[in-house]
C-alpha cells in the first residue's frame, strides 16, 4: 500500500462505525452469577464427579510434600538419631507412587469432564443469542454494522470458551489448594507459617492497582475487534463497487490503520496481563527468603526438623502457583466479563415490536387492509408518513408511486410490522395487526423485496424457503406457474443445482423468478412486491409479467412501481410525497387529473422516448 493511501484513509473518515460503548461498571457479580446460570443444567449430573475427582486431585498433590518430610525424619535422619531406614523409605517411595497414579487419573477423568460441560454450555449460549437476535426489530439492526452483530455471535462467545472449559474448575481446586497449603503451614509451625505468608498482602495491593486497567484494555480489543469486522463485513459486501470506482488501496489503507489499532490494542492488554507474572515472583522470592532465613534459624534451635523446612519449601513452591494462576484467571474473568457484557447487552435487547401478552393467533384473512391515520417517523421528530389514510378491499392491487424517499417502503415496512406507526393503526380484516402474534401475521403476508435474497443451497430449497413442508412436486409446481421451470432445468443439476450466497451466480431475472416462485408457494392472502429497478431483456419482462399475473391473481397485492407501465392495470394508484398521500385513483383518473402521477408518466415517456 502506498503511503499516499495511507494519508488519504486516515484524513478520510469515510466509514464511520459508531462505537460500542466501553463499559465502566465496576466487577460485576450480577453478571458473573447471570453467566454461570448457563452452568445450572450441567451441575447435577457432572458437577459431583468433577468434585469429587477435584478433592482426589488437590489431597494427592497435598500429601507428597508431607511425605517427603515424614520420609527425611523417620527414614533419612530419623529425629531420634538412629540410622535411617532403608525398608522405610522403599514403603513411603511406593505410596507415593500410588498418589502420583490417583492424583494423574483424577485429573485426567476430570479434564476430560470439565471440557465436555465447558463446550455444551458455549453451545447453548450462543444458540440462545442467536435465536433471540433472530427475533429482534429492524430498528435494532437499522443501528448496528453486522459485522459487530457477527462478533458478538464469534469472538465474545469463544472469549468464554475457556472459563467455562477449565477456568470454573481450576479456579475451585486453586482456592481449594491455597486453603490446603495455609492450613498445612500454620499446623507444621505457626511462626514460620506467618513469616513467608507475610507478603501475600503486599502482592494482592500491588495486582489490585493492575485490574482496572486490564479490564478497559480488553475492552479496548473487543472493541476494535467489533469495528474491525464491521469493516470487513461491509467491504466484502461492497467489493464490487470498490473495484468498480477502484478504491481497494484507500480499502486497504484503512483496513491497515484498523489492524494496526487492533494489534496494538491486543499487546497492550497482554503485556498488562503479563505484569502479574513479575509481581508473583518477586513476592515468592521475597518469602522464599524469609524461609531460609528463618527456617534455618529455627532448625539450628531445633524448633523444626530439617523434614518440615523441605516440606515448607515444597508447600512455598506451590502455594505461588495456585496464586499465579488466580491472576491469570483474574484476567480471564475480566476477559469473559468483557464478552459476557456484551452479549447479555444484546440477550436482554426488546423486540421493539413486542408481542402483546393476550395476542391472538390471526385466523386466515381475506384480505381487507386499513391504514387509519398513521404517522410514522424512524427518527424522532423526522417523521417519514404523515396522516396516511387508505382503504384496500380484499384481492384489489395498489400501487405505490412516488419518488425516492417519499414513503413507499415505509408503508410496506408497517403492514409486515417490522415497525410499528407512532400514531394510528394498521387494520387487517378489521383488527389491530398489534392484537396479533407476530407469525401468524407474516405467515399471510407475503413479500417479494427488489433485491432478492439467495440463500446458499439448492435452487429447491431456496423456493421451498416460502413453505418449508412444501413437497418437491408442491415447488415444481410453483416454479412453472412462474416461468421459472425452463431456466431451473437448463441449470447442471436442475432443481438441485446449489446457488451460493445471495444467488451471484444468476441473473437478476431469475432471481426474481426464484423469488415469485417462493412467494407463489407461500400463498399469501396480501402480497407485496418491491418491483427491481434493474432493466432486464424484453423476453424476461414479459416472462417476468406474465408471472406476475398469475401471482397476484385473488389477492390483494401492494406493488411499488418504479417501471410505471406496469401498474397502468392496478385498482388503486397511491402517490406519495414526503410521506403524504398526494393523490389516488386509477390510471385513467389520475390522467385525466394531471397531476404529479400525469407528471410522472410524462417524464417516463419523455425518458424512454430520448
Ligand atoms: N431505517 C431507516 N432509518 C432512518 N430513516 C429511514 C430509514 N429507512 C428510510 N428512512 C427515511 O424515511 C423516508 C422514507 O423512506 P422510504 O424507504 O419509505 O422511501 P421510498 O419511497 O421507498 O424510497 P425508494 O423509492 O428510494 O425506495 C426517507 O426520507 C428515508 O431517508
Redesign the pocket.
Known amino acids: 500500500m502506498s503511503e499516499q493511501a495511507a494519508r488519504t484513509a486516515n484524513k478520510r473518515n469515510r466509514f464511520v462505525y459508531q462505537d460500542d460503548e466501553l463499559i465502566e461498571k465496576p466487577f460485576n457479580w450480577a453478571q458473573i452469577r447471570r453467566l454461570f446460570t448457563y452452568m445450572r443444567p450441567y451441575a447435577k449430573q457432572l458437577l459431583p464427579i468433577i468434585i469429587v475427582m477435584m478433592v482426589l486431585g488437590t489431597a494427592t498433590r497435598l500429601a507428597i510434600p508431607a511425605l517427603i518430610a515424614y520420609a527425611i525424619d523417620h527414614a533419612i535422619y530419623p529425629k531420634d538419631g538412629s540410622s535411617g531406614s532403608l525398608s522405610l523409605l522403599y514403603w513411603i517411595a511406593g505410596i507415593a507412587f500410588a498418589l502420583y497414579l490417583v492424583q494423574w487419573g483424577a485429573n485426567t477423568f476430570r479434564i476430560r469432564y470439565t471440557n465436555l460441560i465447558g463446550q455444551r454450555i458455549i453451545f447453548d449460549l450462543r444458540q440462545h443469542l442467536f435465536s433471540h437476535i433472530q427475533k429482534l426489530s429492524?430498528r435494532f439492526f437499522?443501528k448496528r454494522p453486522a459485522g459487530s452483530v457477527l462478533v458478538r455471535v464469534t469472538n465474545d462467545v469463544n472469549a468464554l470458551q475457556d472459563l467455562f472449559t477449565n477456568g470454573v474448575v481450576n479456579l475451585m481446586m486453586d482456592c481449594v489448594q491455597l486453603v490446603g497449603i495455609v492450613v498445612i503451614l500454620l499446623v507444621l509451625n505457626v511462626k514460620l507459617g506467618l513469616a513467608v505468608m507475610i507478603t501475600v498482602p503486599l502482592m494482592f495491593i500491588v495486582s489490585s492497582s493492575l485490574r482496572r486497567r486490564i479490564r478497559t484494555a480488553w475492552q479496548d480489543v473487543r472493541m476494535k475487534q467489533s469495528r474491525m469486522n464491521a469493516h470487513l463485513n461491509e467491504s466484502i459486501q461492497g467489493i464490487r463497487v470498490t473495484q468498480a470506482y477502484v478504491q481497494e488501496q484507500n480499502n486497504t489503507a484503512y483496513f491497515d490503520n484498523m489492524n494496526k489499532s487492533n494489534m496494538f490494542a491486543w499487546h497492550r492488554a497482554s503485556a498488562l496481563n503479563q505484569s502479574f507474572g513479575p509481581v508473583i515472583e518477586v513476592t515468592s522470592a521475597i518469602g522464599m527468603l524469609i524461609l531460609f532465613w528463618y527456617g534455618s534459624h529455627l532448625v539450628q534451635t531445633s524448633a523444626i526438623t530439617i523434614g518440615v523446612l523441605v516440606a515448607f519449601a515444597n508447600y512455598i513452591g506451590n502455594f505461588w502457583d495456585p496464586i499465579n494462576r488466580l491472576g491469570q484467571m483474574y484476567s480471564q474473568l475480566l476477559i469473559a466479563m468483557a464478552s459476557s457484557e456484551r452479549i447479555f447487552e444484546f440477550i436482554d435487547e426488546e423486540p421493539t415490536v413486542g408481542e402483546r401478552p393476550d395476542a391472538k393467533r390471526l385466523q386466515e384473512i381475506r384480505g381487507d387492509v386499513t391504514f387509519e391515520d398513521i404517522v410514522f417517523e424512524?427518527?424522532k421528530d423526522?417523521p417519514?408518513l404523515k396522516n396516511i389514510r387508505l382503504d384496500v378491499k380484499a384481492g384489489q392491487s395498489i400501487a405505490l408511486v412516488?419518488?425516492?424517499?417519499?414513503?413507499?417502503?415505509?408503508?410496506i415496512?408497517l403492514l409486515c410490522r417490522f415497525y410499528d406507526p407512532v400514531q394510528g393503526r394498521v387494520l387487517i380484516d378489521g383488527q389491530d395487526i398489534r392484537d396479533v402474534t407476530v407469525e401468524s401475521l407474516r405467515s399471510q403476508v407475503g413479500i417479494v423485496l427488489q433485491d432478492t435474497f439467495i440463500f446458499s443451497g439448492s435452487i429447491r430449497d431456496n423456493i421451498r424457503f416460502g413453505r418449508l413442508n412444501a413437497t418437491d412436486e408442491e415447488v415444481e409446481l410453483a416454479a412453472q406457474a412462474v416461468n421459472a421451470h425452463d431456466f431451473i432445468l437448463s441449470l447442471p443439476d436442475g432443481y438441485d443445482t446449489q446457488v451460493q450466497e445471495r444467488g451471484n451466480s444468476l441473473s437478476m431475472g431469475q432471481r426474481q423468478l426464484l423469488s415469485f416462485a417462493r412467494a407463489l408457494l407461500a400463498d399469501p392472502r396480501v402480497l407485496i412486491l418491491d418491483e427491481a429497478t434493474a432493466s432486464i431483456d424484453t423476453e424476461t419482462e414479459l416472462k417476468i409479467q406474465e408471472a406476475l399475473k398469475t401471482l397476484l391473481f385473488g389477492r390483494t397485492s401492494f406493488i411499488?412501481a418504479?417501471r410505471l407501465s406496469t401498474i397502468r392495470h392496478c385498482d388503486n394508484i397511491v402517490v406519495?410525497d414526503h410521506?403524504v398521500i398526494m393523490e389516488q385513483g386509477d390510471h385513467d383518473e389520475l390522467m385525466r387529473q394531471q397531476g404529479i402521477y400525469h407528471g410522472l408518466i410524462e417524464a417516463q415517456y419523455r425518458f424512454l422516448s430520448a
Not at 412516488?402 to 408503508?411: A, L, Q, V
Request: neutral net charge.
Open positions: 429492524f437499522d424512524y427518527e423526522r417519514a412516488g419518488h425516492t424517499g417519499s414513503g413507499k417502503s415505509t408503508i415496512n411499488i418504479h406519495l410521506g
